[in-house]
């Protein structure tokens, strides 16, 4: 089965994005190679709001799949993605279920929320920026009950001072995917 592996950038106050949703306070680390990251994935899980923001400049590669979580946007006027409204959970355990290379929930602390609420998650991959922003969008929002994590590994990139950390759900207390 394949993982769904959040990986995402947070300020050291836990936001993935700014008050006004923007990203230009990450740092591009010249010691994180983005292309190799890129190359374990085929397939990226994307809220409406990330989507709407990043648009193209998700790191994805041409021939990667992306599905976007939306109610509202309408599937005719976006070439290039799928739209997924209803029927979220059985989507994404059709997509885990496939064959392929790992699943990567690009964006969005709430649809990371809605899948960890369904044991639809398997890692949570932080890059801790040393910025404090004091507002934005939060790492994670609508957890239905606490979550255990276990660390897998963690770096520090000297650069820019970065500390990436990789955490395993422990699935044992969380809905199981089935």
């Not at 190359?39 to 409406?48: A, V």
């Not at 976006?78 to 964006?107: C, Y």
Request: glycine share 10%; with cysteine; net charge negative.
């Amino acid at each position: 089965m394949r993982r769904v592996r959040y990986n995402c950038a947070m300020s050291l106050d836990g936001y993935i994005a700014d008050a006004d949703e923007g990203y230009d306070w990450i740092p591009i680390d010249p010691d994180i190679d983005f292309e190799e990251l890129s190359s374990q994935f085929d397939t990226y899980l994307i809220g409406r709001r990330t989507y709407e923001v990043v648009g193209e400049a998700s790191p994805h590669r041409q021939e990667d799949r992306q599905f976007v979580f939306s109610n509202s946007l309408k599937q005719s006027e976006h070439t290039g993605i799928t739209i997924i409204g209803e029927n979220w959970i059985e989507a994404v355990r059709s997509l885990r279920a496939e064959e392929g290379k790992d699943i990567w929930l690009f964006g969005g602390g709430r649809l990371f929320g809605s899948l960890c609420n369904e044991g639809l998650v398997d890692t949570v991959e932080v890059s801790v920026i040393p910025v404090l922003l004091g507002a934005g969008v939060p790492l994670v929002a609508g957890l239905s009950q606490p979550v255990k994590l276990v660390l897998k590994e963690q770096k520090v990139y000297q650069n820019t001072g970065t500390a990436l950390l990789v955490y395993e759900l422990d699935k044992t207390d969380v809905a199981q995917d089935g």
